[in-house]
């Protein structure tokens, strides 16, 4: 070693102790947003933390032995799940679109991170023109409206799956369901009831925004719908909840998470919609994926991988 490189690593060792007390006053990560293209639109994931949850009692129709072999064989815990939120903002010109819109305020502590990345990103609610939503889970719709009542995106349309609407919104069917249920319906209305008669519904296979369209996926919740985002050749599914935590469910399609409400019709969907993007080789985004959430999907065995795009400085 030269004298000079031992000054530098001695000197780089005795301002250690600075540089751990700014780090620990500092965000534990950096910004979670990240930027691609999809034809001429830019795409930004923003992600919104995670909730932690047992694997017991996760998957309703897999042995506890076979969840944790899946999970330790990517290198995953096998007592508890991350489950990760990330959603995404469209940009088409002035046009910004937000789809789902995270936890806002009512999640998990580990989760709520979305407007601190969403403003890192150089984006302000005042610019959002519409917000799309892919269905009515608490950890989808919740961003949209604080617990004191403010509503997040002053000057955005809203627009919700018509079947979606129709399942939670009715009255007769939030009277029928079981005490486990009622909390669900009671978040649909704390967002939705009022701003009811300004919510603009679309049927799935609608054009909802230019280059946005709407596809059914049924099964998760009775009108959850998943998006193609397109612009020239670029494509990108946005695949909503079709899957939770790809490493066990693209690897497992027919496995079932407690949050599909149709078991049945969401492992229909859930092989159908892998299939068509594995043959049509689309980029695809989960919600529930990894961050920054985005990849392609190959077949694998009995099932699917995930294959994380490379990370990019350049957009
Ligand atoms: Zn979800």
Redesign the pocket.
Known sequence: MTAAAATAIAAAGASLPAVALAQAAAPAQAPGFYRYKVGDMTVTAIQDGFFRRPLEGFIRNAELPAVQAAMASAFLSTSAVEISFTTMVVQNGSQITVLDTGNGDSGAPTSGLWMRNFRAAGYTPEQVTRVIFSHF?G??INGLRLKDGTLTFPNAEILVPAPEWAFWMDEARMGAAPEAMRGAFAAVRRVFAPIASNVKQFQPGAEVAPGITSTAAFGHTPGHCVFMISSGTGKLMFMA?TTNHPALFVRNPDWSAVFDMDADVARATRRRMLDMVAAEKTQVHF??APFPATGFIAKAGNGFELIPVQWTSSV
Do not use: G, K
Request: negative net charge.
């Open positions: 889970h950890d989808h909840d919600y529930h």
